[in-house]
């Protein structure tokens, strides 16, 4: 298990306290010729009820599509904040549960959520009611301070209200923006991820190569 560290850019705010070390990834260089939202990493540690999870980065296009996502100025601010790899349920034919669709939506619960899942901070615990098949894993993921400290896997599904770590009194955690705009991306061409496969690093224990860190450490 990771310990207590920054989550944040090197230069930034102190992190909330009890807050985990997370790996970081510069969307804007990853695969920066493909239309999926995200690029794959390896196959996590974690398992629920035998669900199999993938360590996944946003990718360039994936990154901006989500940006052009950004309606109000609070989702624009937190689009702009450092990103990290993070975790993804997938579905039985080893696609991600997340779709394209979903994204091309728009629908603000999963714009919000996935800006959690991928800017938010890493906190130890288990939010119950992420434990019921939610997307991002059993992984505590929040912002403290937005959107009222729920977790991604609550805000995905709007269940805010029903999120057992959700904090609306806690200081608000804000890290140095570091993203420039991405160019522009159309929406409509996002596409679902490829099927995961073995040949990009994954392993079953979650140690094999890829950027920086273990499974444990997203």
Known sequence: MASAASAG????????????????????????????????????TTAEGGAEYYIVRLTAHGNAALRELCRTPEQREVWSWPSYEFLVKMKKDRTPVISAD??????????NGLLIASRGVRFPGICHRSRQGHPFGKSVVRL????????????WKEQTAQCNVRNSNEPRYIPQASAPLPPPSRVEELTDSDEAND?????????????????TAV
């Open 9 to 44: 850019p090197p230069g930034g705010p102190p992190p909330p306290p009890g807050s985990l070390i997370r790996t970081p990834s510069d969307p804007s260089q990853v695969t920066p010729t493909a239309s999926t939202l995200f690029s794959l990493v390896r196959r996590a």
């Open 102 to 111: 979903q994204i091309r939506s728009a629908r603000p619960s999963y714009v």
């Open 144 to 155: 403290p301070g937005t959107w009222e400290g729920c977790c991604a896997n609550c805000k």
């Open 199 to 215: 040949d990009n690093g994954a392993s079953g224990d979650g140690g094999g190569a890829g950027a920086g860190g273990t499974a």
